[in-house]
């Protein structure tokens, strides 16, 4: 197998990420396809009481395991598998089982500070920035978080007000800068979509070719 393809997809919480990243797997399907989310990679916190897990900055840098995710990404990039952490939400710290993953043609790797880390950059042949407007992401945030990971209404936006959105303009917004594709309204851009798609399948066409 050739050197897979890179697909970097970042953009703030509830952007519409994974519904890019989604369609570029749709749209691949007769090639062989894994998504490696950076989600799964927050540093093991066990050692911590609950509260002092809820107290912890989820959308700063330092709470990724980066060098674990650089580590990663680079055997799945020279065609070896890893074993991925299994990060469980409710509890605010990874569960301590592990999923095995294979190297495919195409890795889409998805996160909201994938193209902060420089490291984590350079390994990319493409990278995306899904550019929503902040209301649109706190709505949907608050419907993700309620239903599918245990918090209240009051918690969502107080998180969202106090630590989200000010780490949003500090970290996540800059990242455009680094992006070769900008992606507005995520997913319902149809157009932007088919362009990412028409990139993805000439670098395919060159590398296979």
Do not use: W
Request: hydrophobic residues 40%.
């Amino acid at each position: 197998m050739a050197q897979p393809i890179v697909i970097g997809v970042t953009g703030g919480s509830g952007s519409g990420k994974s519904s890019v990243s989604r369609q570029i797997v749709e749209n691949f399907s007769d090639l062989s396809v894994l998504l490696l989310q950076q989600d799964s990679y927050y540093r093991d916190q066990s050692d911590l009481s609950m509260e002092q897990r809820r107290q912890v900055n989820y959308d700063h840098p330092l709470a990724f395991d980066n060098d674990l995710f650089f580590q990663h990404l680079t055997t799945l990039i020279k065609g070896g598998g890893v074993e991925m952490p299994v990060y469980d939400f409710a509890s605010f710290t990874r569960t301590g089982e592990f999923q095995f993953l294979e190297s495919r043609e195409v890795i889409i790797v998805e996160g909201i500070l994938i193209l902060d880390d420089v490291r984590l950059r350079n390994l990319m042949d493409i990278k995306v920035y899904v550019d929503t407007d902040d209301d649109i992401r706190l709505c949907r945030r608050i419907l993700r978080d309620i239903k599918e990971r245990g918090r209240s209404i009051d918690s969502v936006i107080n998180q969202y007000v106090d630590v989200v959105k000010p780490m949003h303009h500090q970290f996540v917004e800059p990242q455009k800068r680094y992006a070769d594709i900008i992606v507005p309204e995520g997913g319902y851009n149809q157009v932007a979509i088919d362009l990412l798609t028409t990139k993805v399948a000439t670098i395919l066409n060159h590398v296979n070719g």
